[in-house]
Structure formats: structure tokens, C-alpha cells
């Protein structure tokens, strides 16, 4: 109960910086003219939805992703590192890395990209699109991606949740239009400009710019695009979602639209191919994806 109580009391402290920091955001695009930065009914719905997620996921690690990791502890390399700059460096690196994996496994399979494609589906670009996350990404499985391979490193579990939540603090702040190119940092760490390439939903966006922290995992695989190159980024997915301001609905629809393809055509293969599969085996229209047609 007390891991609990740590973990709805670091939601409630981190709420209160995310709202401040997307009221100065506000502020800062008014005073330079630029009224159409939030929407009342978006933003609100990215509030709800937000909240929702971080409090069943601060619930789920205090009450089962952890002792899962202690379990897989005993089994790994148990390297257990000393605290210092060089050890710390190697965990941040390797949660990105990892985060980097699951960020495109959340894209290439139907099933994780149930819990993505909520993050995905806005039309605009603002700090509180960072909260459009989905309460059913501890439920989905996607977090053993993230947090698995450090335990059989031998990582302690608190470095990693500690790794892992500042990882998710260092994303929020890319989440906007109102800073420009970064010079040299954009050879090296994800910014604001790469990570509105990959909220695009055009040709030469999708599927582009995957990294958390570091940009330079996209450079390595291949998966890198500028935003000069980019074209005009259009926000969203391919097919956007009916009901665009329903907290519950963004979280839920593609799961249910998952399961109703599965019993429609007897087919569990589904599951794991990529979202817009079912549209190429059965010429039926898949979820609200955002790499329609794309994969083979």
C-alpha cells in the first residue's frame, strides 16, 4: 500500500509541473500571436485521459511490474553496478534503447498499437498531447519491453523506475511548436522538431523518429527523418477516430475494433501483424491506424 501512496503522490507532484509548463506554453504563444495552440475539449480530453493512465500505471508497477522484475532479477546477470556518473550514463542509454524497441514494436503490432495509437490521434501539437497516453498499456504487456531487459542485466529496480520516469519527463517537453531547431543537440538527442516529424501522419512521416532521449538509435537503424524533409506535417493518424473528445473511447476503440476483426474472420493472426494488416489480407478498413498499407 505504501509503493501505492509513493506512486499516486509522484503523480499528483508531476501533475502539478506538466500543468504549469503547458500554462506558460499558452501564455507564450498568445503573446506571440498564435491562438490556435489549445483546444479547450482536446485539452481536456488529454487531461482525463492522462490521469487515467498514470494512476493504473503507478498502481500496476507498485503492485505487479516490480515484483515481476525482482522475480526475473534472480535469473539474469545480477551485474548490480556501483552508483556512479558511468553506471547511470549506461542505464539511461539502455532504457532508451529499450524504449526505442518497444516504441516500434507499439507501431509495427496490432496489439500494442491498441495502447499507442491514443498518443497518436491528435490533430495538434501541445504539451498536453504528452498526456494522451492510454490506462491500458500496463494491462497490454508493452511495458516488459522496457523494463525486463534491465532486470536481466541486473539493474536495481528503483534505478530503473527512476530511469524509466525520467525518461517519460524528458518526452513531455518535445511535445510542441513553439521551439525551433536546436542546433548540434539535434545529431545527438530527440527534440521538438524530430518528435513532430513522427506525430505526422503524411507518407514521408510516418513510421519516423522513434527514440526517447537520443535520436541517434533512428540514425543507427535506419528509421531517422528531418523535419526539413519531412514536407508539411499533418498531425493524427490515417484514420482519425469518431469520437475525438471521449477520454474513455480513445483509450478503448481500437481494442474493441481488434477483437470484432478477430471473431469476424476466425483470424488471431491479427493480433501481432501490423495495424493495417486486415485491410490488406481481407480489403476491410483497419483501426484508426498511422502507417496505412506500409508494411509487408
Given amino acids: 500500500m505504501q509503493d501505492v501512496l509513493h506512486a499516486l503522490f509522484f503523480i499528483a507532484a508531476f501533475g502539478l509541473v506538466f500543468a504549469s509548463v503547458m500554462l506558460a506554453e499558452y501564455g507564450y504563444a498568445r503573446l506571440q500571436g498564435r491562438r490556435n495552440v489549445y483546444f479547450f475539449r482536446e485539452t481536456l480530453a488529454n487531461l482525463v485521459i492522462g490521469a487515467s493512465y498514470k494512476i493504473v500505471d503507478g498502481i500496476a508497477i507498485a503492485l505487479f511490474i516490480q515484483a515481476f522484475y525482482l522475480w526475473v532479477y534472480d535469473y539474469g546477470l545480477q551485474w548490480q553496478p556501483e552508483l556512479s556518473v558511468w553506471s547511470v550514463l549506461a542505464l539511461v542509454v539502455f532504457i532508451d534503447f529499450c524504449f526505442y524497441v518497444n516504441h516500434v514494436l507499439m507501431h509495427k503490432v496490432r496489439w ?96 519516423r523518429n522513434f527514440g526517447g532521449i537520443f535520436i541517434f538509435w533512428d540514425y543507427l537503424f535506419g528509421t531517422f527523418r528531418d523535419e526539413k524533409d519531412a514536407g508539411e506535417i499533418k498531425y493524427g493518424v490515417t484514420r482519425m477516430p469518431e469520437r475525438m473528445y471521449d477520454p474513455f473511447y480513445l483509450q478503448v476503440h481500437d481494442w474493441v475494433a481488434m ?28 483501426p484508426a491506424v498511422h502507417d496505412a498499407g506500409n508494411h509487408h
Fill in 259 to 286: 477483437f470484432r476483426d478477430v471473431w469476424r474472420y476466425r483470424d488471431v493472426r491479427i493480433l501481432y501483424k501490423h495495424p493495417d494488416w486486415v485491410n490488406e489480407k481481407y480489403g476491410q478498413p483497419g
Fill in 112 to 207: 500494442f498499437w491498441n495502447v499507442h495509437v491514443t498518443h497518436h490521434s491528435s490533430e495538434h501539437m501541445n504539451f498536453s498531447t504528452a498526456l494522451r497516453q492510454n490506462f491500458t498499456f500496463a494491462l497490454s504487456g508493452a511495458w516488459f519491453f522496457w523494463w525486463i531487459p534491465a532486470a536481466l542485466i541486473g539493474f536495481d529496480k528503483d534505478w530503473v523506475l527512476l530511469a524509466i520516469e525520467g525518461n517519460l519527463v524528458y518526452q513531455f517537453f518535445l511535445h510542441t511548436e513553439q521551439v525551433g531547431r536546436l542546433g548540434w543537440l539535434e545529431k545527438v538527442f530527440n527534440t521538438p522538431s524530430h518528435h513532430r516529424v513522427h506525430h505526422g501522419s503524411n507518407p514521408d512521416q510516418i513510421d
